[in-house]
């Protein structure tokens, strides 16, 4: 889960590293009395979850209130790639000397956090990566025993011979900006963390931009940072449901439907659908479904105005065919879905499940291959 700038620049701000000061707005009311409250130059920035702001034409400048209020004319609301902008951080222009780049990510293959370090900061790293790769510096941290000093020293010492301007000061500077953004990685579950830039201003460093996420398996211990991200209320009330239930749902912009159990067959089922000319309108991973779960689940589907057609993916192993059968079956005594069902079903009582769906008019179908085609033949014949 990715968190807005202005929430890790509070972490920042906690863990004792400098950061502008600023103000979060959410009005150009409010924008204009920041910038005046500030009393200097600054910055506007959206905050979104989405990167590359920049490039996008979405950051401006104001020397004063009424040069603020000009530039947000017409930045509330406008979408920024899918991201509605509702709120904007106001925060004091810093003027520097230096730009560098701190990072620190997960590396899955080694099962370790990976330390990156550059003196070209104010750039995607991947572009530096590209260009100039020998910039670049990555230490694999040991998650148990930490970051060491030696591994900052490291990282010091190679910043350092890239910028001549660092003294003594500014090195003992960095040597604890490195040891508390580790600390920050590690208390907050971060997947990613990232500082870009780290200026040099007035012989200080400051954290001009900074991004967190965190990982989504552990926000029961984050829950002071976990609201409504880049969703209106209903959205967000949906996913924390769907995240206690275990499930996974992405809402996607094709046609056809996909109730199905288990991460790899939902895939599976999408690339089937791609490659015969199908539009999945979604991911749904319920995980291991029971009769009320698949009841449950289907009430995602039965007012979504953009679903022609929904396939159902039933392949029991540990659940059962006839217990699901029965949950589709509760659900068809209270509500009509206003789209065709196709039931892909095999699998543990893959028979009595079959008798079961019989009882509602439908007829189920063993293959996978086959399930997917059909789903797109009813689509394809619908208005």
Not at 8 to 19: D, T
């Amino acid at each position: 889960m990715r968190i807005y700038e202005y929430e890790s620049k509070q972490l920042f701000r906690k863990a004792g590293i400098a950061v502008p000061r600023s103000i979060v707005v959410t009005n150009p009311a409010e924008t204009v009395q920041a910038a005046e409250h500030l009393g200097c130059s600054v910055i506007i920035k959206p905050q979104t979850l989405i990167k590359a702001r920049g490039k996008a034409g979405l950051i401006f400048f104001a020397d004063s209130g009424v040069e603020a209020e000009r530039a947000v004319e017409n930045l509330y609301g406008r979408v920024h790639e899918g991201e509605s902008i509702d709120t904007l951080l106001v925060e004091e222009k810093v003027i520097f000397d230096q730009e560098l780049y701190l990072g620190i990510t997960v590396d899955y293959a080694s099962g370790r956090p990976v330390f990156i370090a550059s003196a070209r900061g104010g750039v995607d790293i991947e572009e530096t990566a590209k260009e100039y790769p020998d910039t670049i510096i990555k230490v694999a941290v040991d998650p148990v025993s930490g970051i060491t000093e030696i591994q900052a020293n490291e990282i010091i010492e190679f910043v350092r011979s890239s910028y001549a301007g660092m003294g003594s000061t500014l090195q003992t500077g960095l040597r604890e900006i490195v040891m508390t953004i580790y600390s920050i990685f590690t208390r907050y579950d971060c997947e990613m963390l990232e500082v870009n830039p780290l200026v040099v201003s007035n012989g200080e460093f400051v954290a001009l931009d900074a991004a967190l996420a965190i990982d989504g398996d552990a926000l029961f211990r984050q829950a002071d940072l976990v609201r409504p991200r880049g969703q209106n209320k209903q959205e967000f009330e949906l996913e924390q449901d769907y995240s206690k239930r275990g499930w996974t749902f992405l809402k996607l912009d094709g046609d056809i439907g996909i109730l199905s159990s288990g991460a790899g067959i939902t895939m599976a089922i999408m690339d089937l659908m791609r490659a015969s000319g199908g539009r999945p309108a979604n991911f749904l991973d319920t995980a291991q479904m029971n009769r009320k779960g698949i009841y449950d689940a289907l009430h995602i589907f039965k007012d979504d105005p953009n679903i022609k057609t929904l396939l159902i993916n039933i392949f029991a192993g540990l659940n059962r065919c006839d217990e699901l059968a029965l949950g589709i079956t509760d659900f068809y005594r209270e509500y009509k879905l206003p789209f065709p069902v196709v039931v892909r079903m095999a699998g543990n009582r893959e028979e009595q499940g079959r008798e079961i769906m019989k009882k509602i008019n439908i007829q189920t179908i063993a293959g996978l291959e086959e399930a997917v085609w059909q789903a797109i033949k009813v689509t394809e014949d619908r208005p």
